[in-house]
């Protein structure tokens, strides 16, 4: 071996080497935007819902229009339960 640039260290099993999810940077700038936990896990309370609480991983549930505008409302999902962002009263990350 006359040169080696790159070592890789990790703990455990061989790890698995994936290319970066290119939404990434969209669903950070989207969660800064309308300060929304994209992606986490987190406790919902909603007013106007059928369900006044819920808690799971917060996903779009369709992307919002380009440019990103903060008083769109957005279109979210925890699991199967659809509802809007103008619906959050308020949220907390879980652990």
Do not use: C, Y
């Not at 935007?33 to 007013?47: D, S």
């Not at 199967?80 to 652990?95: E, H, M, N, P």
Request: proline letters at 7%; glycine letters at 8%.
């Amino acid at each position: 071996m006359d040169q080696q640039n790159e070592f890789l260290f990790a703990d455990g099993a061989e790890p698995i080497l994936a290319m970066p999810d290119p939404r990434a940077g969209f669903f950070l700038e989207v969660s800064q935007i309308w300060n929304l936990p994209l992606g986490q896990r987190a406790r919902f309370e909603l007013r106007g819902h059928d369900l006044p609480e819920i808690s799971g991983r917060l996903e779009l549930a369709r992307a919002p229009d380009l440019p990103l505008n903060a008083r769109e409302v957005l279109q979210l999902s925890v699991g199967r339960i659809a509802f809007k962002s103008t619906q959050v009263q308020g949220w907390s990350l879980l652990d």
